[in-house]
């Protein structure tokens, strides 16, 4: 099973808050997945898939070490991939924090703040072969 976005431009909730791309804050009792998502993709950009973020961002959150990972990374990676898990248009950085995804036809991702001048580009689909897809609500309506 992929999990992974090619050439696709997911942008900001329709009900997103933000106006503008914000660094997601962590709770004083740890690391939350936004915040983990945001430091990763940021500081790499279009170093990582979805698949390779998300399971980062699991592996991280988990708090597993380096000799789990050593031991039984395998099997922490199959269990994980074997679960639906939602993709990242379901993430709080475009739902609530204000960033656009942007993945390139290798399906390595970027994080476009919205109020980017290439956020708009990619919004308005001016690359022919770009998909354009909404973050998720956080409201049904």
Same mark, same amino acid.
């Given at each position: /099973?992929?999990?992974?976005?090619?050439?696709?431009? $997911?942008? @900001?909730?329709?009900?997103?808050?933000?106006?503008?791309?914000? &660094?997601?804050?962590?709770?004083?009792? %740890?690391?939350?997945?936004?915040?983990?998502?945001?430091?990763?993709?940021?500081?790499?950009?279009?170093?990582?898939?979805?698949?390779?973020? /998300?399971?980062? &961002? #699991? @592996?991280?959150?988990? %708090?597993?070490?380096?000799?789990?990972?050593?031991?039984? %990374?395998?099997? $922490?990676?199959?269990?994980?991939?074997?679960?639906?898990?939602?993709?990242?248009?379901?993430?709080?950085?475009?739902?609530?924090?204000?960033?656009? $995804? #942007?993945?390139?036809?290798?399906?390595? /991702?970027?994080? $476009?703040?919205?109020?980017?001048?290439?956020? #708009?580009?990619?919004?308005?689909?001016?690359?022919?072969?770009?998909? &354009?897809?909404?973050? /998720?609500?956080?409201?049904?309506?």
């Amino acid at each position: /099973m992929e999990w992974n976005y090619y050439n696709t431009f $997911i942008t @900001v909730s329709p009900d997103c808050p933000a106006e503008f791309g914000t &660094v997601p804050p962590d709770k004083k009792g %740890g690391r939350t997945k936004p915040s983990l998502e945001y430091e990763l993709a940021a500081g790499q950009p279009y170093g990582y898939t979805q698949e390779e973020l /998300m399971y980062e &961002v #699991h @592996v991280r959150h988990k %708090g597993y070490s380096a000799e789990e990972l050593a031991e039984n %990374g395998a099997e $922490i990676r199959k269990v994980f991939f074997s679960k639906p898990t939602a993709c990242l248009r379901a993430s709080m950085l475009p739902k609530k924090y204000g960033w656009g $995804i #942007h993945f390139n036809e290798k399906g390595k /991702m970027a994080l $476009i703040p919205r109020e980017s001048e290439a956020y #708009h580009r990619f919004e308005a689909g001016e690359d022919g072969e770009l998909k &354009v897809v909404a973050g /998720m609500r956080s409201s049904k309506k």
